[in-house]
């Protein structure tokens, strides 16, 4: 018999077993006999080496027809017999099962929180801004009225990058960027990411988030600072919320304070987590210093305006009652899908 009637034969015989084959393990057999690596085709491919060199090209058409032919018809019959066995209720596959739901994320708490902060600010007539995280002493120091001599300006107080040049240390960078741009009236806040070389423990990080407003205007007083804070506060801690004022110091504001809160979990009666105080520190705030504005060509004769700042990571664990900032950076998503 020549090889090419083998050929056909092997067609013909191949064809006739595959039809026969009518379950996944007489398939296997069937492709180990005639696909494997020492199959039928395989055998035909080895004795091409014996023919004539004029009658190799036919022969070799026709032996690689042969194994593309038996190639798509068994990958047909494997999906027949996937298909069968589907609908006959076999264990391969079980369509009337549920699907596996993909793992999908959420925002995280601290995102949920800026974005929070931004939508009751929002309502109180405040626009977002937002500015570079790498910033120059003028934009971080000098227009904020932070001299040279200023502790915060030494070379171990700051990340810098160069002599100039460092990861901004507050938001209020975003202020004078605002204000360098605008004429009053200016009423912004502006979240972010700010970095400190502070050392990590339970309730300080080397990287941190900030939300700045500033509000700038003619006859602009404390009392609407005041008014502003503790407005905030009712909205985002609940309306039964106290606040005070501390006198304190900034360079940036004349006069400064610090601004404390009721303790939400003892109302006010004094806790562990107050210190027995009653009260929780929340931000510094104070009006605009003169030679801010100056800094930026404003006129501090016409013009007054307040700033706050607040540290987000703190409201975060204030408000969710947690006792490290570390569990906020994190990726244990056991912890963080709780919010």
Known sequence: MSLLDEIKSLQSQASAELAAAASPDALEAWRVK????????????????????????????AVNELKNSLQAAYDARAVELSVGKVRRGGPAVDVTLPGKRPAFGHTHVITQTINELCDVFGRMGFEVAYGPELEDEWHNFDALNIPPHHPARDELDSFYVDQETM??????????????????????????????????????????????????????????????????????????????????????????????????LCRGAGCAACRQSGWMELAGCGMVHPAVFQAVGYDSEKYTGFAFGFGIERMVMQRHHIPDIRLLFQSDARFLRQF
């Open 167 to 264: 990861l901004r240390s507050q938001t209020s960078t975003v202020q004078i960027r605002v204000m360098e741009s605008r004429k009053p009236p200016v009423r912004i806040v502006a979240p972010g990411r700010v970095y400190r070389p502070d050392t990590v423990d339970a309730t300080h990080s080397m990287m941190f988030h900030q939300i700045e407003g500033l509000y700038v205007d003619e006859g602009v007083s404390m009392a609407d600072l005041k008014s502003c804070v503790d407005q905030f506060c009712k909205a985002f801690f609940g309306s039964d919320v106290a606040t005070r004022f501390r006198p304190s110091y900034f360079p940036f504001t004349e006069p400064s304070a610090e601004v404390d809160f009721s303790c939400p």
């Open 34 to 61: 005639y696909l494997g690596l020492k199959g039928a085709v395989r055998a035909a491919v080895l004795k091409l080496r014996d023919v004539p060199a004029a009658d190799k090209p036919s022969l070799g058409k």
